[in-house]
Each structure stands twice: as structure tokens, then as C-alpha cells.
């Protein structure tokens, strides 16, 4: 595998919530510096040694209404 991908969202309780493409991978963190620790630790955990991703891309999706 060379690359995984992360879509982010902003959580509804302040922060980030990212859950991986194609994976069964999920997790949450206060702030970005936090999250990217949380992710690759989650990668870590679901991949054999060797067997993971050489790239984690994030995607950043954000949400936001206006009014009419």
C-alpha cells in the first residue's frame, strides 16, 4: 500500500474527527498537532509491521451554511 487517505471533519464538540478510505480505521483529537499523532497511531495499530501505507494524505472537508 502506498497511501491512505483521511477525510477530516470538524466535530460537532470542537475538534477533528478523520476516518480513513477503504479502512476501518476512526479517530478523534482536540487539534490538528494532536490528530496527526492519533492517526498514525491508528494506522499503526490496524497495518502489520511493514504493511501500511508510506504516505497518510488528509483530506479536510468542511461544512458551512449561509443564509439567503
Excluded at 43 to 65: A, M, N, S, Y
Aim: with cysteine; charged share 30%.
Amino acid at each position: 500500500m502506498n497511501e491512505l487517505i483521511f477525510m477530516v471533519e470538524d466535530s460537532t464538540e470542537g475538534g477533528y474527527t478523520a476516518h480513513a478510505l477503504g479502512e476501518s480505521i476512526f479517530t478523534e483529537a482536540d487539534n490538528l498537532e494532536q490528530l496527526h499523532g492519533r492517526i498514525r497511531d491508528a494506522v499503526k495499530c490496524h497495518f502489520d509491521e511493514g504493511k501500511g501505507p508510506k504516505v497518510i494524505r488528509l483530506h479536510f472537508v468542511r461544512e458551512e451554511t449561509i443564509a439567503v
